[in-house]
């Protein structure tokens, strides 16, 4: 009886809604009458205007439409297809397959690492899709947090691939060290740079949050500092024991996690006003639920968990066949290829005049890896015996140097164009060439 009284007052509801968005000349008769069959389901003698009426329910109040109000099947189907067809990136996907024989079957580094770093980019917007779906279920504050410390982690999972190898093999932990690095330089320099670029094409001069970018730029110049230390220290061999760049770069990365927290306290909390042009307005629409968000972002984890260990077992291999030094392919080949998903998003939010949104993807995605990513790796490798230190080398850290003294420079006054784009670019093509004329004791 009281499923029946409610559901006869919502088609009551739905009804003169109806009638409203229809005009006042409806006449009341039109009110569908709701009745119960044998089988405990409701059945009207009207069940368009119940349809429509709750249809305009939903949309004049925002109500968003259960995943599972079609039943499981449609919910499947809906589901899997927004997956794994909703963008063109999922063709990539068709090299998973591929990658998992060439491990089984042994076939050569190469074409192993290949497979592996094409099925790694459509992976890595996937799951950037999945914490996007997670968040529509969560309030603002945490769906934020989510986002900003998630969002970089398939650089986490490589890195953690490499970190365990490392404890046999420690010339892996230099591939961990400069996989970071360039992570910060695609994203500073190309990301940012073909946005600019991209963008200033269309709108002679954009326009982007000057006190965000000033945050930003400032967390980046203390990781520089960060890593300038312990490089000094081992170059200049002043250091009390042979440990002591070891010890700093423990010290400092419990710092800089430190300053990540407080900086989540000031964009998510004291200050998000500041950072509130930072976020995209377009909402997806909820396809999976929350706990089909937590299933696949568990599942799409575990597979770039193994995608990252086949490119491990093959960089050093593959860097011979290509004839490339292997910190070259470490530090500008993987990250491009990590990165690109963040890179079709950063040049379309250019080309629509959203730039906040668009160095909100790029110079966010840097700091996130410099200040947590990092710092975190160091930790991780202290906790299971792979000495990893923050002491990058002279090389290493000259580009990073560079890098965020031109970007804080250009992005000081808040204003863009695509001559600052190709200034970027510019100094991104540089380095690269350099990495590839770099002589270290890893090659």
């Avoid at 992976?123 to 999945?130: K, Q, Y």
């Avoid at 419990?254 to 306290?265: E, Q």
């Avoid at 999976?288 to 990252?308: C, H, K, P, Q």
């Amino acid at each position: 009886q009281l499923h029946f009284i409610l559901l006869k007052t919502a088609a009551l509801v739905g009804s003169s809604v109806v009638r409203r968005s229809h005009g006042s000349s409806m006449p009341e008769d039109t009110i569908p009458l709701v009745v119960m069959d044998g089988n405990g389901q409701a059945s009207t003698n009207n069940a368009d205007e119940v349809e429509t009426g709750q249809v305009v329910l939903e949309e004049e109040h925002n109500i968003p439409r259960p995943v599972l109000a079609d039943g499981y099947i449609v919910y499947l189907k809906r589901s899997l297809g927004e997956l794994f067809f909703g963008t063109r990136f999922n063709l990539l996907l068709l090299a998973l397959p591929f990658a998992m024989i060439a491990k089984a079957a042994g076939w050569s580094d190469v074409t192993l690492f290949t497979f592996s770093l094409i099925t790694l980019c459509p992976l890595a917007e996937r799951l950037g899709f999945l914490i996007d779906q997670l968040t529509l279920h969560i309030n603002d504050t945490l769906g934020s947090l989510l986002t900003a410390s998630f969002g970089n982690v398939p650089e986490l999972i490589i890195s953690m691939s490499f970190l365990r190898r490392g404890k046999d093999d420690h010339s892996l932990l230099r591939l961990v060290q400069v996989s970071l690095i360039g992570s910060i330089l695609s994203n500073l320099l190309l990301v940012l740079g073909s946005s600019m670029l991209i963008g200033g094409v269309r709108h002679p001069e954009q326009q982007f949050n000057k006190v965000g970018a000033k945050a930003n730029t400032g967390l980046l110049m203390l990781v520089t500092a960060a890593v300038l230390f312990p490089t000094i220290l081992d170059v200049t061999h002043e250091g009390r024991d042979d440990e002591a760049a070891l010890k700093f770069s423990r010290f400092t990365s419990i710092c800089l996690l430190l300053s990540y927290v407080l900086y989540l306290f000031f964009q998510l909390k004291t200050h998000r006003h500041v950072f509130s042009g930072e976020e995209d307005d377009d909402k997806d629409d909820d396809v999976l639920g929350f706990w089909g968000s937590v299933f696949w972002l568990a599942v799409f984890s575990l597979i770039i968990s193994f995608v990252s260990d086949f490119m491990v077992d093959a960089i050093k291999g593959a860097s011979a066949a290509y004839n490339v030094p292997t910190l070259f392919t470490g530090t500008i080949i993987l990250p491009i290829v990590g990165n690109a998903a963040e890179h079709a998003s950063a040049t379309i939010f250019a080309w629509r005049n959203k730039m906040d949104v668009a160095c909100g993807v790029a110079v966010g995605s840097s700091v996130q890896i410099a200040v947590s990513v990092f710092p975190l790796c160091v930790i991780v490798g202290w906790m299971i015996g792979s000495p990893l230190t923050l002491d990058v080398h002279i090389f290493e850290f000259a580009t990073l140097a560079v890098t965020v003294l031109v970007v804080s420079s250009l992005m000081h006054d808040g204003h863009s164009h695509w001559m600052t784009g190709i200034l970027l670019l510019m100094v991104y093509v540089v380095i690269s060439v350099g990495y590839l004329e770099h002589e270290d004791d890893f090659n």
